[in-house]
């Protein structure tokens, strides 16, 4: 691997010699070497003053210049930073990161951040439909939450509320033939209005919907009133 990227002129590693431009023409370089890497200087006009542009690369080994008279360095650089700049403008959009204080989640959410990214490109590339990028992510997302959710939705004392908001969200249908317990039982002992009279049976709990008194052999996710609705 190798790396080609700017510098910034406060660093401290840098030599004086390359931050100085006050003597330098400009457009003109400066080039310094080690035993695996390059670093340039190049004087640019910025607002009527001259501007230091530093690069280090440990691709390049020669000092060479370009077609347009700059380092091939920053002609490089130049016709690859473009995709630095949109990866990072499209993490800045939609970002799967969240404030945090520890740095290995902060690496976290910047690799889950750029394989979203690549998985949208590639699934893009790959079919005809058309899915723009936040809706790939929900759909993502859904996809990792569902089963877990499913799991979840299975247990008879999850609250009513929080069943509801989970069907809502990952969109899941429940088959009222599984005579699931999700009637509220918070309510005194009252009989069961789809039991017949015979058995008189008395329960405490009540449709989440139109509030009738059932029996758990009644219990659906909605009394069967409301379920034919």
Same mark, same amino acid.
């Given at each position: 691997m190798t790396y080609v990227g700017t510098v910034r002129?406060?660093?401290k590693e840098v030599p004086g010699e390359m931050k100085d431009v006050s003597s330098r023409e400009e457009g003109s370089s400066a080039f310094l070497f080690?035993?695996?890497m390059i670093q340039v200087s190049y004087v640019a006009t910025s607002s009527k003053k001259k501007k230091n542009v530093l690069l280090l690369s440990s691709m390049h080994t020669l000092p060479s210049l370009g077609n347009s008279g700059?380092?091939?360095?920053i002609e490089f650089y130049n016709s690859t930073k473009g995709g630095v700049d949109a990866l990072d403008q499209? !993490?800045? =959009?939609?970002?799967y990161g969240r404030s945090t204080q520890?740095?290995?989640m902060c690496i976290f959410y910047g690799m889950i951040n750029i394989g979203g990214i690549n998985v949208w490109v590639i699934y893009s590339e790959n079919t005809t439909a058309s899915l723009n990028r936040r809706k790939f992510m929900q759909a993502v997302a859904k996809a990792f939450i569902k089963p877990w959710a499913q799991q979840r939705l299975s247990a008879?004392?999850?609250?009513?509320s929080l069943r509801n908001i989970m069907n809502?969200? !990952?969109? =899941?249908?429940?088959?009222?033939?599984q005579k699931v317990v999700t009637a509220e039982s918070r309510f005194t002992p009252s009989y069961c209005k789809k039991c017949p009279a015979k058995k008189r049976r008395k329960t405490r709990f009540h449709c989440t919907k139109c509030d009738l008194a059932v029996c758990l052999s009644h219990c659906y996710?909605?009394?069967p009133d409301c379920e034919s609705q």
């Open positions: 002129a406060n660093k080690t035993d695996n700059k380092p091939e360095v499209m !993490c800045a =959009i939609y970002s520890r740095w290995p008879p004392t999850l609250p009513i809502t969200v !990952c969109e =899941i249908t429940q088959d009222c033939s996710p909605l009394s």
